[in-house]
């Protein structure tokens, strides 16, 4: 394989340019293509990951599936208040039920551990959190609203069965996808990078 000629200057600028954009930005009944988001879930898949180990699993919900979703976490919700004693809020079911079905597609994030691999657990989950960067960058560079979520199931022990989770497995939360209401592109804000880093030259 010949060395890529990348062209810097974008790569910089979708870097920079990426964006959360949540639930009340999304334009809702204009589905994204899923064509779009099969190409977002191809990026994802070339992330880094050491020993090839790819632990990265994604499920994605759209059409009937984000009601299906969205019934699942609030009656989820529901339930655990019963079991466990902690406050109804009513307003937060109703959020559970209803901001799934704002978006064109929702993708729990799921991390699978390969035990044998001797690799510490935090190489797993960075290499997941890099393969939901690349999503990331993707929706952006399409001009999509998306964000990262870690809400609702995402730390819920019931869940993980749910989800095919065992041992080490984990739910890192979900990645909403809609186009935006606005063509209104959020401005982004970070403190100096020379802030942050230390060097070492001799």
Known sequence: MEKPNFNVEEVNKIIRG???????????????????IEEMLENANWAPTHKLTQPWRFIVYT?????KFADYQAEL?????????????EATYNKFKENPTKASHVIAILMKRTESSGLPLMEEIA???????????????HGLAAYWGTGGPTFWEEAREDFGLEGEDMLMGFFYVAKPASDRWPTGKRE???DKVGWIRE
């Open 63 to 67: 059409g009937a599936g984000l009601k």
């Open 192 to 194: 100096p990078i020379a």
């Open 77 to 89: 919700y529901k339930k655990r208040a019963e079991k466990n004693g902690t406050p109804f809020i």
């Open 127 to 141: 290499a997941t959190a890099m393969a939901v960067q690349n999503m990331y960058l993707t929706a952006s560079a």
């Open 18 to 36: 990426r964006r959360s954009m949540f639930v009340a930005q999304f334009k809702e009944n204009d589905p994204v293509d899923d064509a779009i």
